[in-house]
Each structure stands twice: as C-alpha cells, then as structure tokens.
C-alpha cells in the first residue's frame, strides 16, 4: 500500500515564497513611510536646542528671517485650526446631507450620476480650486463683504469645504447605504416614516461611518497646501475674524521653504511645523480608525 | 360582508418590472386564524405576504393591480395612508432584525415612533409584548442591554415583541423560523399558537410540518397561481388537487 503522502511537495514551497514576495512589497511602503519619518524628525527636532518646544507651540511670533529671529507658530497653528474648523461647518452639513439625499432618498438613476459627480470634485487638482478662489472668490468676498482682502480665512475655509465635501459625501454615503435593508424594514413595518426611519435608525446605525468620513474629510482639509497658500493670505498673526488673512501650517512651510539656508535655524523650524502638522493628521485618522472599530457592529442579527 | 373575514385579497396581479410574480390571487383570511403560505421558493408566497402591508411599495418598477382588503377597505386605494396601514399590520421577518439598540428601545421603538410619549406606559407597554412574546424571563434583567447580544431565537421573540408592542390586528410572518434552531422553532411555534386568540396570523413557511402544525389554513401558490386553499387538516390529507399532493409530499420543489 502506497498510502497518501504529506510531506512538502513544490507546490507548497511555491505558496511559501509567494507569500513571501508579497510580504515584501507590502514591507516596502511601510518602510519609505518610516523612512520620511525619520527624515521628519531628524531635519525637524534640531530647532528645539535653540528654542523649546512649549516657546514654539505657544510663540506668538513668527519672524523666522529676522534677526533675532523669533519661531513661534501659536499663529501658524490656530490658522490651521481655524480654517479646518470652518470649512467642517460648512463641508459636514452639506457632504452629510448630500450622502443622505443619495442613499435614502434619490432615485437609483439619479444616485448612478451623481455619486460619481461629487467624487470627480476630489479629482480636481488643489491649483485649480485656489486658483477659482483667487480669481472669482475674493474679489466676490472684498465686494460683498467689504473687506481689505478677499484672501481671508473664509475664503479658504470654502475653498477646503469643496475638497472635502467629496470624501465627507461618498464614505457617508457608503456607510448610509450599508445599513442592511432589514432594519429599514423592520422600522417601516413598525409604522414609522421614512424620516423617523433614517433620523432613529439609519444614522444610528451608520454614525460610525458618519463620523470616520468627517474626520478623514477635515484631515485632508488640514494638510491640504496648494489651495491655503494661494487663497489663504499668508500673514501669520492669530485670527480675530472670519475674513482675516492667515498662514495656516501648510502654506507657511511651502511659502518659505525655498528661501530658508539648508539646515539652517529657519529650515529646521519649517520641518518642526511639519512634525506638528503631522501630529494632527496623525491625530484625526487615528481617532477615524478607533470610532469605525469601536461602533463597527451595526448588522442585523448574528446568529 | 362576513364578519369573520379580517382581509380579503381581490384579483391581486403583482408585477417586479415586467415579470408577473403574482396572477390573479383570490384569498380570504380569517379572523383569529392563522393562515400558511406554502409553495416552492419564487412561488410568490413572500412577494404576496409583502402585499399585505405594502412593503412592496418600497421596489422600485413594481406595480400591483387588484385589491387587498382590510375590514372592506381597500388599502391600495390612493386615500389610504401607508404609514397608519403598517402599524395596524405587523410583520415578522425571516431573519431577525432586531435594531442595533437596547432590548427595551427596540420593543419601545413602534410606541415611540407612534406618538407615545408617556414614560410610565412605555414600560408597561414594552414589558407586557416581551411576556407575550414569552420572552420577558429570560431579559428582564438585561432590558437595558443591547439586543444584538440575544441568541438568534431570541431576537426573532424580541421582532416579535416589537411587532406586537404597537398592537396591531393583523401579524404577517415571513418564514419566522427559518433562521433558528429546533428549540427556538417550537417555541415560536407554540408563541403562534396563543397569539391567534388576539391577532389574525399569516404565515409564510418552507417547512411543511410547520405549516401542518401552527396553521388552520394553509394556501398552496406554485408559479405566481393560488393552486388549493383549505383547511389545513384536508390539504395535508387529501388536497384536491395532485399539485398539492406532490408538492406536501415531496414529490417536487
């Protein structure tokens, strides 16, 4: 009897090194990511031998080429805040309300065209958005408004409200979509309308989904450079109103970077501000992961 | 008009785009009775149990022609409102679907919705379907937990309890069973037994035995046609007809 062998054949040896090929590339991303980390950190922590870290946060003053030079970007950041900030209260309501619209209340047609509408709103490149908020949107802002610059805090927190509304709309939409037709049904048969049923069981059952597209659309927002720095106004003083003109974290980096001497006090500084707004984005996108996971379960019974 | 007679379905056709799922039903239910729908999957026993409450208004493309009469009146007709017709015919679905909140919001949730702002009656309310829905023992302790942490056939007792919270005349169940284990099926099956003495049951179930046991009437549909309807006890005897014959005995389907 010959019986049935188990020993490694060349198959099995294949599985092993295709997994391991895959490994690899895998290993390959994660390692670059690592690498422009540490590059991050070695080009950015420097500056805190000359000024200490709670002086940089809080600093009030950003002279970087003066002499002595002042590296505080208190200002740099609260311009991000405050644009981030303001773009959510005008990108949320729209990109939730839109998701909303199309998940629950559009026709299939309707849905099929204008998902991917409001998704082509991402492809459009940053340039082009500050470049339309440049030339048609300030101007419109000094008019109506009467300000001294359309470039303004207002002017960009829109700008970043249209290229957020996209990822708000279509993750929201995603998660809306997904709430298992049963519990539509279930509350429909209750007796309950269409509006009682998306307001008490749809969004419950997607705010997890809800709430990760909004964060992923306001850390775009918060990184977002090209549109900041050409619409934003660039001064670097702690806002006071909506239509003042500011430097969020961004623009101050990509403005200056070119002019600062290479490792040079006002270059190091720069990367430091990278490392700040690296924090925040880091901050947002692990928040997003925690509250998908934590709310994951929505389904229908699990038997 | 027989007194007896809780709805009557009238030359129903019902149609998903183009494609007839249902020709021409004509099928009367009881008061107090509970009626099984039997027939081979695509039988159109689940689109017409979908009728009875207009739950079919929800496909797009689809189009009904004929009449479903509750109490004699007819509920497609353009006056009635769809929303008031559903809390007075409750469903059960085939899987569970309890909503993804506490036990006692998910029993509370028809009352709510339903205008019952009461807090005092809420409860009562809640705790008096969960008894009738045999199931208030076993989560009396944990109302306030959520419900996705009940076995499967818990949750079916619970969708049942929900269904029966908002008091309606009618509860369609659309193969309640089917998800569960023997135990769990029994008991629903005996929870169907003392809810006739209050409600007008219809059942939709692939399991014969079930039919043969829960139902008084039993409605044999093949194709989208009503082939044989009687008394449950004759169509598991001697049906008329040797479609219901070969279908009961596992002939075919």
Same mark, same amino acid.
């Given at each position: 009897?010959?019986?049935?062998?188990?020993? %490694?054949?060349?198959?099995?040896?294949?599985?092993?090194?295709?997994?391991?090929?895959?490994?690899?590339?895998?290993?390959?991303?994660?390692?670059?990511?690592?690498?422009?980390?540490?590059?991050?950190?070695?080009?950015?922590?420097?500056?805190?031998?000359?000024?200490?870290?709670?002086?940089?946060?809080?600093?009030?003053?950003?002279? !970087?080429?003066?002499?002595?030079?002042?590296?505080?970007?208190?200002?740099?950041?609260?311009?991000?805040?405050?644009?981030?900030?303001? *773009?959510?209260?005008?990108?949320?309501?729209?990109?939730?309300?839109?998701?909303?619209?199309?998940?629950?209340?559009?026709?299939?047609?309707?849905?099929?065209?204008?998902? !991917?509408?409001?998704?082509?709103?991402?492809?459009?490149? *940053?340039?082009?958005?500050?470049?339309?908020?440049?030339?048609?949107?300030?101007?419109?802002?000094?008019?109506?408004?009467?300000?001294?610059?359309?470039?303004?805090?207002?002017?960009?927190?829109?700008?970043?409200?249209?290229?957020?509304? !996209?990822?708000?709309?279509?993750?929201?939409?995603?998660?809306?979509?997904?709430?298992?037709?049963?519990?539509?049904?279930? *509350?429909?048969?209750?007796?309950?309308?269409?509006?009682?049923?998306?307001?008490?069981?749809?969004?419950?059952?997607?705010?997890?989904?809800?709430?990760?597209?909004?964060?992923?659309?306001?850390?775009?927002?918060?990184?977002?450079?090209?549109?900041?720095?050409?619409?934003?106004?660039?001064?670097?003083?702690?806002?006071?109103?909506?239509?003042?003109?500011?430097?969020?974290? !961004?623009?101050?980096?990509?403005?200056?970077?070119?002019?600062?001497?290479?490792?040079?006090?006002?270059?190091?500084?720069?990367?430091?501000?990278?490392?700040?707004?690296?924090?925040?984005?880091?901050?947002?996108?692990?928040? %997003?992961?925690?509250?998908?996971?934590?709310?994951?379960?929505?389904?229908?019974?699990?038997? | 008009?027989?007194?007896?007679?809780?709805?009557?379905?009238?030359?129903?056709?019902?149609?998903?785009?183009?494609?007839?799922?249902?020709?021409?039903?004509?099928?009367?239910?009881?008061?107090?009775?509970?009626?099984?729908?039997?027939?081979? &999957?695509?039988?159109?026993? &689940?689109?017409?149990?979908?009728?009875?409450?207009?739950?079919?208004?929800?496909?797009?493309?689809?189009?009904?022609?004929?009449?479903?009469?509750?109490?004699?009146?007819?509920?497609?007709?353009?006056?009635?409102?769809?929303?008031?017709?559903?809390?007075?015919?409750?469903?059960?679905?085939?899987?569970?679907?309890?909503?993804?909140?506490?036990?006692?919001?998910?029993?509370?949730?028809?009352?709510?919705?339903?205008?019952?702002?009461?807090?005092?009656?809420?409860?009562?309310?809640?705790?008096? &379907?969960?008894?009738?829905?045999?199931?208030?023992?076993?989560?009396?302790?944990?109302?306030?937990?959520?419900?996705?942490?009940?076995?499967?056939?818990?949750?079916?007792?619970?969708?049942?309890?929900?269904?029966?919270?908002?008091?309606?005349?009618?509860?369609?169940?659309?193969?309640?069973? &089917?998800?569960?284990?023997?135990?769990?099926?029994?008991?629903?099956?005996?929870?169907?037994?003392?809810?006739?003495?209050?409600?007008?049951?219809?059942?939709?179930?692939?399991?014969?035995?079930?039919?043969?046991?829960?139902?008084?009437?039993?409605?044999?549909?093949?194709?989208?046609?009503?082939?044989?309807?009687?008394?449950?006890?004759?169509?598991?005897?001697?049906?008329?007809?040797?479609?219901?014959?070969?279908?009961?005995?596992?002939?075919?389907?």
């Amino acid at each position: 009897m010959k019986g049935i062998s188990y020993t %490694a054949s060349g198959r099995q040896r294949k599985e092993r090194s295709i997994r391991l090929v895959f490994f690899a590339i895998a290993l390959a991303s994660i390692i670059t990511l690592g690498l422009i980390l540490l590059f991050l950190f070695m080009e950015g922590l420097p500056i805190f031998k000359k000024v200490s870290v709670q002086d940089f946060l809080l600093g009030k003053y950003w002279y !970087p080429t003066d002499d002595p030079a002042d590296f505080g970007i208190f200002a740099l950041i609260m311009a991000s805040i405050a644009v981030t900030g303001v *773009s959510a209260v005008i990108s949320i309501p729209l990109g939730v309300l839109t998701a909303l619209y199309l998940a629950e209340a559009a026709s299939a047609r309707l849905r099929q065209w204008v998902k !991917p509408v409001v998704e082509l709103l991402a492809a459009l490149p *940053s340039v082009v958005i500050g470049f339309f908020g440049m030339v048609i949107v300030a101007p419109f802002l000094q008019d109506v408004f009467n300000v001294a610059t359309g470039l303004n805090l207002f002017n960009a927190a829109l700008m970043l409200a249209f290229m957020s509304i !996209p990822t708000i709309c279509s993750i929201s939409e995603d998660a809306i979509f997904g709430v298992p037709a049963e519990l539509k049904e279930a *509350s429909l048969a209750l007796g309950a309308t269409h509006w009682e049923t998306i307001w008490r069981v749809i969004i419950p059952a997607s705010i997890s989904g809800i709430c990760t597209a909004v964060i992923l659309g306001m850390s775009r927002a918060i990184g977002e450079t090209m549109v900041v720095l050409m619409v934003a106004g660039g001064a670097a003083m702690v806002p006071g109103s909506l239509f003042d003109p500011v430097r969020p974290m !961004p623009a101050s980096i990509a403005a200056e970077m070119a002019e600062a001497p290479f490792r040079g006090d006002h270059y190091y500084a720069l990367f430091a501000t990278g490392i700040v707004l690296f924090a925040f984005t880091l901050l947002f996108n692990v928040v %997003a992961d925690y509250i998908s996971n934590r709310y994951r379960q929505v389904g229908a019974a699990t038997l | 008009m027989d007194s007896s007679i809780k709805m009557a379905v009238n030359d129903l056709d019902f149609f998903y785009a183009d494609f007839q799922a249902l020709h021409r039903i004509l099928l009367k239910f009881t008061s107090n009775q509970v009626t099984a729908l039997i027939g081979p &999957s695509g039988c159109g026993k &689940s689109t017409l149990l979908r009728c009875l409450n207009r739950m079919n208004d929800l496909i797009p493309y689809s189009r009904v022609k004929g009449q479903v009469l509750l109490e004699g009146r007819n509920i497609y007709d353009p006056n009635v409102d769809v929303v008031t017709l559903r809390r007075h015919i409750g469903m059960v679905f085939q899987k569970p679907n309890p909503f993804p909140k506490s036990v006692f919001e998910n029993v509370a949730y028809g009352l709510r919705v339903n205008g019952m702002r009461d807090r005092s009656m809420i409860t009562e309310r809640v705790e008096k &379907s969960l008894k009738q829905a045999a199931l208030w023992e076993e989560v009396k302790d944990r109302i306030h937990e959520s419900a996705l942490g009940l076995s499967g056939g818990q949750q079916q007792r619970l969708c049942i309890a929900r269904a029966l919270a908002v008091e309606p005349e009618i509860v369609l169940m659309d193969e309640p069973c &089917s998800a569960l284990d023997p135990i769990a099926t029994q008991k629903i099956e005996e929870l169907i037994h003392q809810l006739k003495e209050k409600y007008t049951i219809v059942i939709v179930t692939h399991n014969m035995q079930q039919a043969a046991r829960v139902s008084d009437v039993t409605a044999f549909f093949y194709l989208g046609k009503l082939i044989e309807v009687d008394e449950t006890k004759k169509i598991f005897t001697r049906p008329s007809l040797k479609e219901t014959s070969d279908y009961i005995t596992g002939r075919f389907g």
